[in-house]
């Protein structure tokens, strides 16, 4: 019988796996940074490519319709890894205005069983200053990737919540120029507060602040949802972002619904992967039936079934996180050949 796992599965997983989930991942990333700036070894990246599935949204060209989601590069650090392996987008970030730790370690956990993750990384990142100096160098470096780049952005820790519009604008401004599209992250469960921006009240005023800025008509904005949200609040949510002529909805987040959870397995902090699968397709499906707001999913995508009953229920594009991290570069492709 053949082996439908990847190299990835067979020989890069399991080292991986026998670190401790954050060193692992710091390895990654610092690999394919360092790949990065290497013609050869972005050349060896590309030899996972398939051929190009296009799809425009909002005036954006893709290549494929299958993304990197938030969270894997906050830093955007491997631009043109990510493109080299084929990913038809990138999301990075969650970047907030200042440069933070986040929570104390360890603060990833993995649940093979569940075929889940639990974090609780609470934005650590450079913050918005680094981050920009960053995609500057890239971009002079002529290695900008060629497929869009949209930059997710969130709020310090630091800031209160009554001044996270100001928190918000602050990244607004310094990164907005490097991106394709830029998304509201309002539904981190890692950020005391942060879901409450999710509320129509602050949501408008975060809304109405980040549309008077110069760049904004130009570019799409995204507002990146929870998958806890009762069916009014996500009537609510609905509505404040078509009044404010929102682009498009990233749905959904992590969730802190841990009830599928062995007890002796549970941390504290937001579930991912394939316990997160039926609730974020059932909200994906609620918006498009709801809304003409075009919808990103993500969402536990572990195979080419599960992205597509993420196009089923509505979406136009899709993300990938932690069926990535499980499944590697063979999930990507995989989807795109089965587009
Ligand atoms: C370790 C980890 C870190 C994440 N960090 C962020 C983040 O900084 N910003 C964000 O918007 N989403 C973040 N996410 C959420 C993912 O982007 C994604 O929306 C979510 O995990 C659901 O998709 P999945 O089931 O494919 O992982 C993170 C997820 C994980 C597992």
């Known amino acids: 019988m053949s082996d439908s796992r990847g190299t990835y599965e067979r020989f890069v997983r399991p080292l991986l796996f026998s670190l401790d989930a954050e060193t692992a991942?710091?390895?990654?990333?610092?690999?394919?940074?360092?790949?990065?700036?290497?013609?050869?070894?972005?050349?060896?990246?590309?030899?996972?490519?398939?051929?190009?599935?296009?799809?425009?949204?909002?005036?954006?060209?893709?290549?494929?319709?299958?993304?990197?989601?938030?969270?894997?590069d906050k830093n955007g650090v491997a631009l043109p890894a990510?493109?080299?392996?084929?990913?038809?987008?990138?999301?990075?970030?969650?970047?907030?205005?200042?440069a933070q730790p986040g929570n104390a370690k360890p603060r990833i956990f993995r649940l093979p069983e569940e075929q889940a993750l639990i974090n609780r990384l609470g934005f650590n990142n450079d913050g918005a200053d680094a981050i920009a100096r960053r995609l500057a160098a890239l971009r002079a470096?002529?290695?900008?990737?060629?497929?869009?780049?949209?930059?997710?952005?969130?709020?310090?820790?630091?800031?209160?919540?009554?001044?996270?519009?100001?928190?918000?604008?602050?990244s607004f401004r310094m990164l907005w120029d490097f991106a394709d599209y830029i998304t509201l992250n309002v539904s981190s469960?890692?950020?005391?507060?942060?879901?409450?921006?999710?509320?129509?009240?602050?949501?408008?005023?975060?809304?109405?602040?980040?549309?008077?800025?110069?760049?904004?008509?130009?570019?799409?904005l995204l507002v990146k949802i929870s998958p806890d949200v009762s069916a009014i609040e996500l009537k609510a949510i609905l509505a404040v972002c078509e009044e404010n002529g929102v682009s498009g909805i990233i749905a959904t987040n992590t969730t802190l619904d841990h009830s599928s959870i062995p007890p002796q397995l549970d941390q504290a902090?937001?579930?991912?992967?394939?316990?997160?699968?039926?609730?974020?397709?059932?909200?994906?499906?609620?918006?498009?039936?709801?809304?003409?707001?075009?919808?990103?999913?993500?969402?536990?995508?572990?195979?080419?079934?599960?992205?597509?009953?993420?196009?089923?229920?509505?979406?136009?594009?899709?993300?990938?996180?932690?069926?990535?991290?499980?499944?590697?570069?063979?999930?990507?492709?995989?989807?795109?050949?089965?587009?």
């Open 141 to 170: 470096s002529g290695r900008w990737p060629a497929v869009p780049v949209g930059i997710n952005i969130g709020k310090s820790r630091a800031t209160p919540l009554e001044q996270a519009t100001d928190d918000y604008l602050y």
């Open 269 to 339: 902090g937001g579930l991912s992967g394939e316990p997160l699968r039926k609730k974020s397709t059932a909200l994906v499906s609620e918006i498009a039936t709801q809304s003409a707001i075009p919808v990103i999913a993500s969402g536990g995508i572990f195979d080419a079934e599960s992205a597509r009953e993420k196009f089923q229920a509505g979406a136009q594009l899709i993300q990938l996180y932690t069926g990535f991290v499980y499944r590697g570069p063979q999930l990507l492709r995989e989807i795109v050949d089965s587009l």
């Open 25 to 72: 991942h710091h390895l990654t990333i610092r690999l394919l940074g360092r790949a990065s700036h290497f013609d050869p070894a972005l050349r060896v990246l590309r030899s996972f490519q398939r051929s190009s599935k296009l799809k425009t949204l909002f005036g954006i060209n893709f290549p494929n319709p299958v993304g990197l989601a938030a969270g894997l």
């Open 189 to 220: 469960p890692n950020t005391p507060g942060l879901r409450e921006l999710q509320e129509p009240e602050k949501l408008s005023e975060l809304l109405h602040a980040i549309g008077k800025e110069a760049g904004t008509a130009r570019k799409p």
């Open 82 to 98: 990510w493109a080299a392996l084929g990913f038809g987008f990138i999301e990075i970030g969650t970047v907030t205005a200042k």
